[in-house]
């Protein structure tokens, strides 16, 4: 079964400045794909990026981009020039290639400070 | 386009009374997700369905769980009877085509369901 790690409960960061969110999954697949889903305080989540397994080139959309290292099953999201609006849970979430089921992590909670 | 609809958003019930969550999907999504997301964890997939057809129901405790998508289209996700630790939010998803994995989830704004 697949597993996702996400070490880092709680994060803060001044808004303008960078924060990277940390998430590590176990897999025997070799073809998966790899999500950050965004859940604000109001509780819809919304899917921030999206990361194929055989892409070699990370992902970018807008100021999130992704850091993915395959050989380590590592895939950290980078958010730059943070927002208050990016104050929100992120979840990390595995999804393999046969069957559809997604596996997430158990979020980060960001706050972005004025 | 409109997006998933869940309704109660709120619901609370005593111990071993029964439940029920309605959920409507974007229309003409094909695979319909439930979700349950206890405070402080990730959502945990409890049942998909591809049409009305049920894709994966492995972490379903049938016991007490019990979820159809008649048609199709809408789908109910009951509890029967309820206990303490089903107290969560029940998320709702909906992605456009098959299993393929590039689909994106759509989610609801949740039920929140509390146990006393």
């Known amino acids: 079964a697949q597993t996702v790690t996400q070490s880092q409960p709680e994060m803060s960061v001044q808004e303008a400045e960078t924060v990277t969110l940390s998430c590590t999954y176990d897999?025997?697949?070799?073809?998966?794909?790899l999500f950050w889903y965004k859940q604000p305080p109001s509780r819809q989540m919304i899917l921030v990026i999206r990361?194929?397994?055989?892409?070699?080139q990370n992902a970018t959309e807008n100021r999130f981009s992704v850091n993915f290292q395959k050989a380590a099953k590592s895939f950290s999201l980078k958010i730059s020039d943070s927002q208050l609006g990016d104050t929100a849970m992120y979840f990390c979430?595995?999804?393999?290639?046969?069957?559809?089921?997604?596996?997430f992590g158990d979020g980060t909670t960001l706050t972005v400070k004025p | 386009e409109a997006g998933v609809a869940q309704s109660p958003r709120y619901k609370i019930i005593e111990k071993r009374q029964s439940v029920a969550f309605w959920c409507n999907p974007i229309?003409?999504?094909?695979?319909l997700y439930w979700y349950q997301q206890i405070l402080g964890q990730g959502p945990k997939l409890l049942i998909q369905?591809?049409?009305?057809?049920?894709?994966?129901d492995s972490q379903l405790p049938k016991d007490r769980f019990s979820a159809e998508r008649l048609k199709g289209v809408d789908s109910t996700l009951k509890i029967q009877p309820a206990k303490l630790e089903d107290s969560a939010v029940y998320l709702c998803?909906?992605?456009?085509?098959?299993?393929?994995?590039?689909?994106?989830?759509?989610f609801g704004p949740g039920t929140r369901l509390l146990v006393l």
């Open positions: 979430a595995f999804r393999s290639d046969n069957a559809g089921k997604s596996t």
């Open positions: 897999t025997s697949e070799n073809n998966y794909y």
């Open positions: 998803a909906s992605s456009p085509q098959g299993a393929a994995w590039q689909e994106t989830q759509y």
């Open positions: 990361q194929e397994a055989y892409k070699q």
């Open positions: 369905f591809q049409n009305n057809g049920v894709v994966d």
């Open positions: 229309s003409g999504h094909a695979t």
